[in-house]
């Protein structure tokens, strides 16, 4: 079963807005993570937070954690056209080794 | 530096026909290794995960297998291919973290395999 789900399944903003992504999950986590995928290409590694963590920043992107909820929010501020791609969540649970990814948030960017 | 390479990154192929795909790590040693498959517009599957030469744990039963053959060579295989076993497939790496956890999982370019 998926264990990440994303939200929304589509977005679409013009160059210079924010964009926020959501992804929710079923189970415990030992960590969540955010990967880009450019179209037709492997997927790159964003960010990690830990399940002890709330939030955590890198450059133009902020990502909260409420395990209460069972959530996570990706924040990308101030985006750019090259920041259009497909954004994953995945989480980590157990002493599984793998990870659990979700179906992805496809952002366009408009220039 | 880390890096991963797969090959090929295309490949047409006819049902009944075998599969090999490959996938290799260079600048770390012994690490937790991955095959995804993504249908188009989906998200990643889980195939086959290794945290040893050797090791090979199946999540979906198919007509795939995989084999660990040296530390950092990790390749995927079909004796009969399926149209249903179209789609890209991804290899990853992680550093093997203690306790057979993961962290940040480093993907290859990807194989597109379509099955005519």
């Known amino acids: 079963s998926q264990q990440g789900e994303e939200d929304p399944q589509a977005l679409s903003i013009q160059e210079g807005e924010n964009a926020t992504m959501n992804c929710s999950y079923k189970t415990s986590i030992n960590n969540l993570q955010w990967y880009r995928q450019n179209s037709g290409r492997g997927l790159v590694h964003l960010i990690l937070i830990r399940s002890n963590e709330r939030e955590k920043h890198s450059g133009r992107l902020r990502v909260t954690l409420d395990t209460s909820k069972k959530s996570s929010s990706l924040l990308i501020t101030a985006s750019r056209a090259a920041d259009t791609a497909s954004y994953f969540c995945?989480?980590?649970?157990?002493?599984?080794?793998?990870?659990?990814f979700g179906q992805g948030t496809t952002l366009q960017v408009k220039p | 530096s880390q890096t991963i390479h797969q090959w090929p990154a295309t490949l047409v192929q006819p049902v009944g026909s075998p599969l090999s795909l490959e996938c290799t790590v260079e600048g770390t040693s012994n690490p937790n290794l991955y095959w995804y498959r993504q249908a188009a517009g989906r998200g990643l599957q889980l195939l086959f995960y290794s945290v040893g030469i050797g090791q090979i744990s199946s999540e979906v039963p198919q007509n795939l297998s995989a084999s660990r053959p040296q530390d950092r060579q990790f390749i995927l295989s079909s004796k009969k291919l399926l149209l249903s076993d179209s789609g890209f497939y991804l290899c990853?790496?992680?550093?093997?973290?203690?306790?057979?956890?993961?962290?940040?999982?480093?993907f290859g370019p990807g194989t597109r395999l379509t099955v005519l």
């Open positions: 995945a989480t980590e649970s157990g002493n599984t080794g793998k990870l659990i």
């Open positions: 990853a790496w992680s550093d093997g973290v203690a306790g057979g956890r993961t962290d940040t999982q480093y």
